[in-house]
């Protein structure tokens, strides 16, 4: 089994900064692109930024600038830095990541549990 396990999310004024991180545990062979993706209350999800094994990154227009993707491959784990946070950013916010599993030769997506992030104007 895989799990994606997110922590970091919270109440944050207008302008202020969070870290979210999403640890993958389990029978894990590789893991190829990590990514985070939001859901605001009445919207679809959408995507917020997505990180390559190697390192290659990709973000949405609306957060650019302000949000760096990153992540640590010895131990699983992608980081979202969101930086000069808007309302607008308020959503529940969604790990995702590209999984071989050992004794398999396809890949899976995995998603995570999803944290909460509230921006207070």
């Known amino acids: 089994q895989v799990q994606l396990v997110e922590s970091g999310g919270g109440l944050v004024q207008a302008g202020g900064s969070l870290r979210l991180s999403c640890v993958a545990s389990?029978?894990?062979?590789?893991?190829?692109?990590m990514g985070w993706y939001r859901q605001a209350p009445g919207k679809q999800r959408e995507l917020v930024a997505t990180i390559t094994s190697g390192g290659n990154t990709n973000y949405a227009d609306s957060v650019k600038g302000r949000f760096t993707i990153s992540r640590d491959n010895a131990v699983n784990t992608v980081y979202l830095q969101m930086n000069s946070l808007k309302p607008e950013d308020t959503a529940v916010y969604y790990c995702?990541?590209?999984?071989?599993?050992?004794?398999?030769?396809?890949?899976?997506?995995?998603w995570g549990q999803g944290t909460q992030v509230t921006v207070s104007s």
């Open positions: 389990g029978s894990i062979f590789s893991i190829n692109a």
């Open positions: 995702n990541a590209d999984i071989r599993r050992l004794g398999f030769s396809g890949t899976y997506i995995y």
